[in-house]
């Protein structure tokens, strides 16, 4: 059976993700990101009121017009897990193809969040929910099976699908952390994958290579939560403000900042609209209990309302988690920088950055400005109080140890980052262009021939 790869997006950065896997007649796509960065380079954009070649020449979605090249029906499509990065292009293409969307729980209500706030085109696919270890047959021949493997990642309910074909398993490997104790959800399923690799070997290994250049093992989320216990319990008898910002689908990380701050007898708030969003969702699906007594705003009127409060009853008796981490500039705390909302910030507040800056100039600029602006105030900032959810080097031969791929394909970074992991792999044994394939946006490449 011949297996086609087509690197669609995501190989010449970090973010709008998108792989075709063909093998025969039958095609799987794993994700449909957005490239924020690029939508953030111009004002007043709003996706979900464009066209998808509009935002295609944008460079903010893949560019997907590759698929007529691909000789194959779509009968899939998987994304790994509801970051924007892998779903946020899924409103504007995924009509394109006669194919269901295939998911974990938590992936699929974010998706249908997206559906729902689409205004440009109908999104009819059907949604298909699976739970990490199911499997389903894929098109008719019968030769193929979807996996969904379980994987810890800084979002809940993360998978790395694998296509399961006569040639081997195509293992998508993005985005996860080999965590053995999260604070939410199960560990990373290294049993599985090493099972795979035995019983049926691994034909090719898409790999995350966002931290290959960072030495060392990624840290368990249990050590970002101790971090954040020392920091927040050294100020139990602050009489200040204290205010936490985070990655907003980060719901393990929000849970420890709740948890904490409600043991030194602060009433924890979560405000902005993902923070309600993702909030919602977790607690809807039982991974939290998060509405019985925790309050959670989006809109502005009742954000508003709730920084009021804060005022009128003393910040000391609040935490307010927000959004804002990168600085976005309509995001809580951009606006709080700004003297934009009710709440004022006193010499000497605290505030937690429990997120680390996302490697692109834009953010790098946005959360510098927002930290200038928290300083002159004299806000006491306490920075990267963090653990990332993706691998580092020791992580990345770990995996090839584990998996013992024929053929590797590294993604998820610019082509200066993929460097990184091409000379890890490259002192593993594996060359260029023969069992190591640098990909561009765009590019196709035949691993098994007919």
């Known amino acids: 059976m011949e297996i086609e790869i087509a690197t669609v997006g995501g190989y010449e950065e970090i973010g709008r993700q998108m792989t075709a896997v063909r093998a025969g007649d039958e095609v799987v796509i794993f994700d449909m990101g957005l490239h924020l960065s690029e939508v953030l380079l111009h004002d007043n954009v709003e996706t979900e009121d464009m066209h998808s070649l509009d935002l295609i020449d944008l460079g903010a979605i893949p560019d997907d017009r590759v698929m007529s090249q691909i000789d194959g029906e779509v009968e899939a499509i998987v994304p790994t897990h509801g970051h924007l990065d892998h779903i946020g292009a899924l409103s504007k293409l995924a009509h394109r193809y006669d194919a ?3 998911g974990t729980d938590f992936t699929i209500e974010l998706v249908k969040k997206q559906v729902q706030q689409e ?8 949604l298909l929910t699976l739970s990490a270890g199911d499997s389903m047959e894929i098109g008719e021949s019968g030769d193929l099976e979807l996996e969904l493997v379980n994987v810890t990642h800084s979002i809940p309910d993360a998978i790395n699908p694998v296509l399961h074909t006569p040639e081997g398993a195509v293992v998508y490997g993005l985005d996860k952390r080999l965590d053995p104790n999260p604070v939410l959800g199960d560990p990373f399923d290294s049993e599985r994958f090493r099972e795979i690799k035995d019983e049926e070997g691994v034909l090719c290994y898409i790999e995350d290579c966002t931290n290959a250049g960072e030495k060392g093992r990624t840290p368990s989320e249990q050590v970002a939560r101790t971090k954040l216990k020392d920091v927040m319990f050294r100020h139990e008898n602050f009489e200040g403000g204290m205010v936490a910002t985070t990655f907003s689908s980060h719901v393990a990380r929000i849970k420890s900042l709740v948890e904490f701050a409600r043991e030194i007898d602060r009433e924890p708030i979560l405000l902005g609209r993902s923070m309600k969003k993702y909030g919602s969702i977790a607690d809807k699906l039982g991974m939290v209990d998060f509405t019985h007594g925790l309050e959670m705003q989006g809109h502005r009127g009742g954000v508003d309302q709730a920084f009021e409060r804060i005022n009128k009853e003393g910040k000391e008796n609040y935490f307010p988690i927000v959004t ?4 976005e500039p309509h995001a809580m705390l951009t606006r709080m920088a700004k003297d934009r909302t009710p709440f004022e910030f006193d010499e000497g507040d605290k505030l937690i950055f429990s997120a680390r800056i996302i490697p692109d100039p834009i953010n790098v600029g946005q959360r510098h400005q927002v930290e200038r602006l928290l300083r002159k105030q004299g806000v006491r900032i306490y920075d990267d109080v963090h653990v990332s959810g993706h691998l580092r080097t020791e992580g990345h031969y770990d995996m090839l140890n584990l998996l013992e791929p024929e053929n590797i394909i590294p993604a998820h970074n610019s082509m200066e980052g993929v460097s990184h992991y091409v000379d890890l792999a490259e002192g593993m044994g594996y060359d260029v262009g023969e069992d ?11 691993i098994v021939e007919d």
């Open 436 to 446: 190591l394939y640098v990909a561009r946006n765009g590019d196709t490449y035949t």
């Open 100 to 102: 269901p969307i295939v």
């Open 119 to 126: 205004s440009k085109f109908s999104v009819d696919n059907e």
């Open 324 to 327: 804002g981490h990168q600085g």
